[in-house]
């Protein structure tokens, strides 16, 4: 699977709450970091879906950027997001920047921020 690919794999899964899909893509020493400065592990994120204290209700990506080295690549997407987490509704738009790592043939994601973007 190339690259591009997982990233959109990744993103159905977030659609879906596929917390099994998204426990295959994410590494287990991922981290990442919210608009707030937030950290967040592997866990946690799973946690978030699979408790349904985050659901993604729309994601439409709006660009994509992918740029592979060998066995790293960063993916650079930005996409409109309706969610409700916590209770809350919430709608933005964000920019997702995702580094990859390639392990056994599978690009599984070690680092991510997203931010709001205008």
């Known amino acids: 699977m190339d690259l591009h690919t997982a990233e959109r ?5 977030q659609r879906a709450a ?10 287990p020493q991922v981290v990442g970091a919210g608009p ?3 950290v ?8 978030s879906y699979r408790s349904g204290a985050l659901r993604i209700t729309n994601l439409v990506e709006e660009s994509l950027d ?3 080295d060998g066995e790293t690549g960063v993916t650079r ?3 409109a997001v309706d969610a409700v ?3 809350a ?5 964000l920019r997702y920047t995702r580094l990859w790592v390639r392990e056994d043939g599978n690009w599984r994601v070690l680092a991510a921020t997203f931010v709001p973007v205008q």
């Open 9 to 13: 794999q990744l993103q159905a899964a």
């Open 85 to 87: 987490q916590g209770g």
């Open 36 to 38: 707030d400065g937030t």
């Open 89 to 93: 509704v919430m709608s933005a738009r």
């Open 40 to 47: 967040f592990t592997k866990e946690d994120d799973l946690e």
């Open 66 to 68: 992918v740029q592979e």
């Open 77 to 79: 997407t930005v996409a």
């Open 18 to 27: 596929d917390v099994e899909s998204l426990d295959a893509l994410l590494h």
